[in-house]
């Protein structure tokens, strides 16, 4: 099945811009989703189709993807965006077509 | 506003079967849509286990397929998982699950979870 690698820690300091990748064979040929996951709650999508937010998502997230790495990025980063994050895909012609990435720790500094 | 609640036992003996139900209020079942499990260990990442359509079709993941069956009864407006054979590896949190828009390619919106523990 497809794998998702993501960096298991991020640090940034407030104020400045996290970037979260997330990579995979051809990945950028692939819709890739993000989520949000504080302490504690069920995950929230943050960004969906590599570029798209929910309504409610501040626009200081945003997404890409290209080649084998997607990257979400968080700008002017809060205290409160300290969570974890995961990539998804959906891979229409796996028999394993929902792939989570293992997840990546933001720490705010 | 759909709201998904699970519900279950939170303890379970290994070997046998966890059953968790979905109660989904606010949107008929039976109208669309994928429906999905998802869980995930304490202090891991998360797992897809498995959707099912609204009509009934499922798909799981491989790498549970011979221990899960996930259902869905129209009549309570809700869905099910079973997973048998358990082991302490499937102490979890389980998430239940929908998707955006009938694709089954992400899901916006998802239950608070509900701890299970495989324990004797």
């Known amino acids: 099945s497809y794998v998702l690698t993501q960096p298991p820690s991020v640090s940034v300091a407030p104020g400045k811009t996290a970037r979260i990748t997330c990579g995979g064979n051809n990945i950028g040929s692939k819709s890739v989703h993000w989520y949000q996951q504080k302490p504690g709650q069920a995950p929230v999508l943050v960004i969906y189709?590599?570029?798209d937010r929910p309504s409610g998502i501040p626009e200081r997230f945003s997404g890409s993807n290209s080649g084998n790495t997607a990257t979400l990025t968080i700008s002017r980063v809060e205290a409160g965006d300290e969570a974890d994050y995961y990539c998804q895909v959906w891979d229409s012609s796996s028999d394993h077509p929902v792939v989570f990435g293992g997840g990546t720790k933001l720490t705010v500094l | 506003q759909v709201q998904l609640q699970e519900s279950g036992p939170g303890l379970v003996k290994p070997s046998e079967t966890l059953s968790l139900t979905c109660a989904v209020s606010?949107?008929?079942?039976?109208?669309?849509?994928?429906w999905g499990w998802i869980r995930q260990p304490p202090g891991k990442g998360l797992e897809w286990i498995g959707s099912i359509y609204h009509s009934g079709s499922t798909y799981y993941n491989p790498s549970l397929k011979s221990r899960v069956t996930i259902s869905v009864d129209t009549s309570k407006n809700q869905f099910s998982l079973k997973l048998s054979s358990v082991t302490a590896a499937d102490t979890a949190v389980y998430y239940c699950?929908?998707?955006?828009?009938?694709?089954?390619?992400?899901?916006?919106?998802w239950g608070q979870g509900t701890l299970v523990t495989v324990s004797s």
């Open positions: 699950a929908r998707d955006a828009n009938g694709s089954g390619s992400y899901y916006p919106l």
């Open positions: 606010g949107y008929s079942i039976s109208s669309g849509y994928y």
């Open positions: 189709y590599d570029s």
